[in-house]
């Protein structure tokens, strides 16, 4: 039974570091531009936008489409970074092991 104690001390072990790798996701921030950082994005490690900011020369009724464009670009840079930087934190929790199931897996 000793044995499945330390399995079990493991597991707990592992949950509390996962569970502050989550906090730290929660608390960092990736930036993603487009535009020439006319647009810029700002999202937590855990892919959640928290920020927009669009500097108002970009702002054209004219060139609305280019706007959509530029905003959904900026998006999409900001959640691969977070991504990538949810990814690289779990790697380092598992050893480089990709273990399913797992927020930073997959998202």
């Known amino acids: 039974m000793k044995g499945f104690g330390d399995i079990f001390k493991q597991a707990q072990q592992f949950q509390q570091k ?17 535009g020439g950082g006319m647009v810029r994005v700002i999202a937590n490690g855990k892919q959640e936008i928290v920020e927009l900011k669009i500097e108002r020369e970009v702002v054209n009724p004219e060139e609305v489409e280019m706007l959509q464009d530029l905003i959904l670009a900026a998006l999409a840079q900001a959640r691969e970074k977070a ?4 990814q690289e934190k779990m790697m ?10 797992l927020p930073g897996f997959g998202m």
């Open 18 to 34: 996962l569970e502050q790798i989550q906090a730290e996701l929660a608390q960092t921030r990736v930036e993603g531009t487009a």
């Open 83 to 86: 991504a990538a930087l949810a």
């Open 92 to 101: 380092a929790l598992t050893g480089g092991l990709k273990i399913p199931g």
